[in-house]
């Protein structure tokens, strides 16, 4: 399969193409040496008891072994990222309805903290995990500003319909707590959601930035180390959980 640009996955994911079967599940890809290890995504999966839906990925190094390095300051800020995107509505867990793409992510981003709510590393201050992995619901949108054709939607606090543990930034973000598990070669997180049995999905791991002159598009996806499905079709589906 010929590589494609980050636009060109970036129109794919907004244009809502899929190219699913009734038998595509889960989501497999072959190793890429090219790839740093631990960003290389050979496989990906997602259920739901109707209550939960846990979502996985698989790489081929130590999963959450790399992280960005910190530049001192929130403006140029660089993020790395787990994401699933998904065809859930951003309504399903109190973004907008139709805003943009729904997606589930698990970033780290040493420069700053956007889980206030939350003493992720236990030390007594809620306002200095952002180095660790935490999990966030997103809004993606296309924009043309963004090196990757994507970014986290740019919206105003207090006027744009947000979650209640949204952490208060101009952006389509929500910090709802779930604890990420990072262990060997997997990635795995456990979300409060309904309504996600036959939904489909992607994964991807990437990177982004907080824009320099902290304007907008204020948060881009700059790129991506590796899209599971190599061309984001998202054609994976949420299954049931078997009893």
């Given at each position: 399969?010929?590589?494609?640009?980050?636009?060109?996955?970036?129109?794919?994911?907004?244009?809502?193409?899929?190219?699913?079967?009734?038998?595509?599940?889960?989501?497999?890809?072959?190793?890429?040496?090219?790839?740093?290890?631990?960003?290389?995504?050979?496989?990906?999966?997602?259920?739901?008891?109707?209550?939960?839906?846990?979502?996985?990925?698989?790489?081929?190094?130590?999963?959450?072994?790399?992280?960005?390095?910190?530049?001192?300051?929130?403006?140029?800020?660089?993020?790395?990222?787990?994401?699933?995107?998904?065809?859930?509505?951003?309504?399903?867990?109190?973004?907008?309805?139709?805003?943009?793409?729904?997606?589930?992510?698990?970033?780290?981003?040493?420069?700053?903290?956007?889980?206030?709510?939350?003493?992720?590393?236990?030390?007594?201050?809620?306002t200095n995990d952002g180095a660790g992995w935490h999990s966030h619901w997103v809004v993606l949108a296309s924009d043309k500003g963004c090196a990757g054709g994507l970014k986290v939607l740019d919206i105003s606090p207090g006027q744009d319909l947000l979650p209640a543990t949204a952490p208060?930034?101009?952006?389509?973000?929500?910090?709802?707590?779930?604890?990420?598990?990072?262990?060997?070669?997997?990635?795995?997180?456990?979300?409060?959601?309904?309504?996600?049995?036959?939904?489909?999905?992607?994964?991807?791991?990437?990177?982004?930035?907080?824009?320099?002159?902290?304007?907008?598009?204020?948060?881009?996806?700059?790129?991506?180390?590796?899209?599971?499905?190599?061309?984001?079709?998202?054609?994976?589906?949420?299954?049931?959980?078997?009893?």
């Amino acid at each position: 399969m010929p590589k494609l640009s980050t636009r060109t996955l970036a129109f794919i994911l907004l244009q809502g193409t899929l190219s699913t079967s009734a038998f595509a599940h889960d989501i497999h890809s072959k190793p890429d040496a090219a790839v740093p290890p631990a960003f290389d995504v050979t496989s990906a999966s997602a259920s739901t008891d109707g209550r939960l839906a846990t979502f996985a990925m698989e790489v081929s190094g130590d999963a959450g072994s790399l992280k960005p390095q910190k530049v001192g300051k929130l403006a140029g800020a660089k993020v790395d990222a787990y994401v699933w995107p998904t065809k859930l509505d951003p309504a399903t867990v109190g973004f907008a309805k139709g805003s943009g793409i729904l997606a589930l992510a698990i970033t780290a981003h040493p420069d700053f903290d956007d889980t206030p709510l939350f003493d992720e590393n236990g030390d007594g201050d809620p306002t200095n995990d952002g180095a660790g992995w935490h999990s966030h619901w997103v809004v993606l949108a296309s924009d043309k500003g963004c090196a990757g054709g994507l970014k986290v939607l740019d919206i105003s606090p207090g006027q744009d319909l947000l979650p209640a543990t949204a952490p208060g930034l101009p952006l389509a973000l929500d910090s709802p707590g779930m604890s990420p598990v990072l262990k060997g070669q997997t990635v795995r997180i456990t979300v409060p959601v309904k309504g996600a049995e036959n939904v489909n999905f992607d994964a991807v791991a990437a990177h982004l930035q907080v824009n320099e002159a902290g304007k907008a598009p204020l948060l881009c996806v700059t790129g991506t180390y590796k899209v599971a499905s190599g061309n984001l079709t998202l054609p994976g589906i949420i299954t049931r959980e078997k009893k």
